[in-house]
């Protein structure tokens, strides 16, 4: 049996529903909390003996660490030793890519996550998840991992849509869902450290949908 609580199904369903109808979604408390403090002890034990890298942007020949467009310390999930709250969250996130399987049809497969570790005054300026010599990434998880945070410690995520913008406080347990390829959105400073797990969900490169 699994250490940690399981997760209402029906906060999978409720992103489901959010995708199809407006292309993000925002969950608190869909991570247990407990789970996410493990998390969140990782990252910063990560972070204390320098094994998180500077992050870049671009890709291949691009590539660039440019700390004033994007300021976060990054290891992807797969790289870190294995642990009972690495085994979970990856299990918790094949649900999620299950329901939204079932439910909206996108032909989801692979899924990769980096934690990520933005120092204060790091951010990540507007973008788009999706690349454009690389259209696999589809949707886009973050997973908060913050105890704590309080209004005024800055660190948001900010979405850009149609309507204006709607900002996402990054606390411990909040799940930010949005299609990759459509929500504009950016990281703002964080006046603390800031961790969380941030990862994609890929289509299979043979999708007819991408042709
Ligand atoms: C990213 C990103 C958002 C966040 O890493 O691409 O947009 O809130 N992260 O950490
Ligand atoms: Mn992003």
């Known amino acids: 049996m699994s250490e940690f609580p399981v997760v209402a199904v029906e906060c999978f369903e ?4 959010d995708l199809a109808v407006r292309g993000w979604s925002v969950q608190a408390a869909a991570i247990p909390f407990d789970l996410a403090a493990q998390l969140a002890q990782i990252c ?16 291949g020949a691009d590539l660039a660490v440019v700390p004033e467009i994007r300021g976060d ?23 999620l890519r299950d329901t939204l399987n079932r439910t909206l049809f996108l032909g989801l497969d692979t899924f990769e996550t980096h934690f990520a ?13 999706r690349f454009q010599n690389s259209p696999l990434r589809t949707v886009s998880v973050v997973a908060y991992l913050n105890a704590d945070w309080q209004p005024g410690d800055g660190g948001e995520l900010r979405l850009h849509l149609k309507e204006g913008v709607v900002d996402v406080e990054p606390r411990a347990g909040t799940l930010a869902v949005f299609m990759s390829a459509r929500i ?11 961790c969380s797990l941030v990862g994609w969900f890929r289509r299979r490169p043979d999708n007819p949908l991408l042709r």
Not at 76 to 88: G, Q, T, V
Not at 117 to 129: E, F, N, Q, T, V
């Open 73 to 95: 310390y990054t290891r992807w999930l797969d790289d870190c030793p294995a642990s009972p709250a690495r085994s979970a969250y990856l299990k918790l996130m094949s649900e």
């Open 14 to 17: 409720l992103i489901a529903d």
């Open 117 to 129: 570790l933005y120092p204060p005054g790091a951010g990540y300026s507007k973008h788009l998840d």
């Open 184 to 194: 504009l959105h950016e990281v703002l400073p964080a006046q603390r450290d800031r």
């Open 44 to 59: 910063r034990a990560l972070w204390q003996a320098d094994q998180l890298t500077p992050a870049a942007i671009g890709r």
